[in-house]
């Protein structure tokens, strides 16, 4: 563990601490949003269009109020109604914040939910999210840092992959497997598995809206790519997938040129997340033309009916799959 909200995260769940969780502000408010604010919510959030790119994803696809998002957005006001944050909480719980105390609050107010699955954002505000949440709130199971990559330019193409198109629904077997495997190997948790028709939903939509890209050669899935959330300034890809057979030699490089030379037509960057100890894909990625931005933080929660021993945290190489 590299990052300071890892030692923070390890002494905390090794020790019993007594200190009690920070009071709610009292000039502040939590409360959901409800439909017809969206224009409001995006309004703050597109103040930092890079770092809000999955949030603002959600609402432009599903509305504030949607199963899809897997969660509630809620927003945090002072007595005048002046919105200074807003967040996600739910599966995966993020939030940007103008304070201090406004973490502090969707720290308390987080800690009410159950069965949150991650919470991922920079390393300091997360490091003092965890801080207010974690006396009463969910155990932690893993603790990723990971290193938030934009690309403003494509690099060249100098021969395209004739097999690279969008996946149409016929590829949902190919895909699924894949995608499974990759959120496993990153949170210790198979979708598969825990939640087999809605992770088949969530894979299929992504098909059907266009948002997945893929090569298949002789049956075999040999690239893939996946939209997570797509914004007309920034558009978050995850899921970046080359087959073993297909790696080293410089087939994965151009079925990402290619992808990034078609989104970049209508977008002014793209983004992604790699874990800062997997300095293969950050090598692969700076030859794709992307630079690093900011350090993230992920915390992987153990579910509140697990009775896991408080302590046992992993690391991962991957990135956080949202």
């Given at each position: 563990m590299s990052s300071s909200l890892s030692r923070v995260v390890s002494k905390q769940s090794s020790i019993k601490t007594t200190k009690p969780s920070a009071a709610s502000e009292?000039?502040?408010?939590?409360?959901?949003?409800?439909?017809?604010?969206e224009s409001?919510?995006?309004?703050?959030?597109?103040?930092?269009?890079?770092?809000?790119?999955?949030?603002?994803g959600l609402i432009r696809d599903n509305g504030l109020?949607?199963?899809?998002?897997?969660?509630?957005?809620?927003?945090?006001?002072?007595?005048?109604?002046?919105?200074?944050?807003?967040?996600?909480?739910?599966?995966?719980?993020?939030?940007?914040?103008?304070?201090?105390?406004?973490?502090?609050?969707?720290?308390?107010?987080?800690?009410?939910?159950?069965?949150?699955?991650?919470v991922i954002g920079k390393q300091q505000p997360v490091?003092?999210?965890?801080?207010?949440?974690?006396?009463?709130?969910?155990?932690?199971?893993?603790?990723?840092?990971?290193?938030?990559?934009?690309?403003?330019?494509?690099?060249?193409?100098?021969?395209?992959?004739?097999?690279?198109?969008?996946?149409?629904?016929?590829?949902?077997?190919?895909?699924m497997p894949i995608q499974s495997q990759m959120a496993f190997a990153e949170s210790g948790v198979n979708p598969m598995e825990v939640d087999l028709a809605g992770f088949q939903q969530r894979c299929a939509r992504r098909i059907e809206l266009g948002r997945v890209w893929v090569c298949v050669?002789?049956?075999?899935?040999?690239?893939?790519?996946?939209?997570?959330?797509?914004?007309?300034?920034?558009i978050y890809l995850e899921g970046i997938?080359?087959?073993?057979?297909?790696?080293?030699?410089?087939?994965?490089?151009?079925?990402?040129?290619q992808v990034s030379e078609n989104l970049l037509r209508s977008a002014r960057s793209l983004c992604l997340f790699v874990n800062e100890q997997y300095t293969e894909a950050q090598e692969f990625y700076s030859r794709a033309g992307f630079?690093?931005?900011?350090?993230?933080?992920?915390?992987?929660l153990e579910p509140r009916s697990s009775r896991a021993t408080i302590g046992h945290l992993e690391t991962r190489d991957q990135g956080a799959t949202l």
């Open positions: 009292p000039s502040l408010m939590v409360q959901p949003f409800t439909r017809g604010q409001e919510v995006l309004s703050f959030l597109e103040a930092s269009p890079l770092h809000t790119v999955f949030m603002r109020e949607s199963p899809r998002n897997r969660g509630a957005f809620c927003g945090c006001r002072d007595r005048e109604g002046r919105l200074h944050g807003v967040a996600l909480i739910g599966h995966a719980t993020l939030f940007e914040a103008r304070n201090e105390a406004v973490i502090r609050a969707f720290a308390e107010e987080a800690q009410k939910q159950a069965n949150i699955h991650m490091e003092l999210f965890w801080k207010s949440y974690v006396e009463r709130g969910q155990q932690p199971r893993r603790v990723c840092s990971e290193l938030l990559l934009e690309q403003e330019r494509p690099i060249p193409v100098h021969e395209s992959v004739a097999a690279l198109r969008r996946a149409t629904i016929e590829d949902l077997g190919r895909v050669e002789k049956e075999t899935l040999t690239f893939k790519a996946d939209i997570m959330s797509e914004t007309p300034d920034v997938y080359v087959d073993p057979s297909h790696r080293g030699n410089g087939y994965g490089l151009g079925c990402l040129a630079t690093l931005r900011s350090r993230y933080s992920t915390i992987f």
